[in-house]
């Protein structure tokens, strides 16, 4: 009965897939962006992205294998050994061998995941020579994008109207002034919190660091591909979490050359302003 009942379930789990792919449903990704339906992760543009998903494919293949072999397993053992095929079940209690195997075998399973595990935990958090630097800071609810190198810095505040339904596409990504960054440059990040905790997410990037109050983070990427990426504020801030995207804008490094000089006249810095009037003048924008 059971063994019918898994046939059946499986049978309808292939039926249903099926019509989800013939019905043109992309469980495909995209750069930069969800696309309905996604099953996999956004496209990588950058190495250490290129890495995650590698590492991410490895383990889904050794969990798929140890599932099948404790499924196959399983219904060995529902066939083989039920009261009616086996009326008079065996003793047997110890077996040396087969509990040394199922004591090693997951350990050197759990060694063949660890080490390119750290190897790319080490690669995300020691940042190779930069050559450039850009000063995230979190606040409620927009990011503030700084280049300290250059000497200016700028409000990145969703592009919708205040009842967030008129909205720019792609809709509670877009914002009005993107981080952009030359193509194919290794980028730190300092990562920065103005109040309370945010976190500074962008997946195409396979960055992920949180913006702490009071604590500068590290972190770099290097885009290896033009176009615009985009990631959202990841961790719970308030009221407004979800209305505060992080767009960045990857140019050639002739056009970043052209917008820096102009984003240097755009936001020429008042000096001497305190923060926190800054930040006063920034949240009154929001609200
Ligand atoms: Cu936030």
Known sequence: MLVMRLIRSAAVFLIVAAALAAGGIAFAADYGQPVPWQMVFQKSA????????????????????????????LVIIIMKFNATANPTPSRTTHNTL???AWTVIPVVILVVIAIPSFRI???QLNTPPADLTIKATGKQWYWSYSYPDSKFEFDSILACDQSRQKCEPPRLLAVDNEMVVPV???????????EVIHAFAVPSFGIKIDAIPGRLNETWFKATR???YYGQCSELCGKDHAY?????????????AQWLADAKKKFARIEDEPATAVAAAGGAKTE
């Open 244 to 256: 505060m995207p992080i767009a960045v804008r990857v140019v050639s490094e002739q056009a970043f």
């Open 226 to 228: 033009e176009g615009t």
């Open 121 to 123: 935990l080490f690669v």
């Open 184 to 194: 194919n440059k290794v980028v730190r990040m300092h990562v920065i919190g103005a």
């Open 46 to 73: 950058a190495p250490t992205m290129d890495d995650i998903i590698w590492f991410h494919d490895l383990v889904l293949y050794i969990i798929i294998a140890i599932t099948v072999f404790v499924l196959a397993l």
């Open 98 to 100: 087969l509990e040394v």
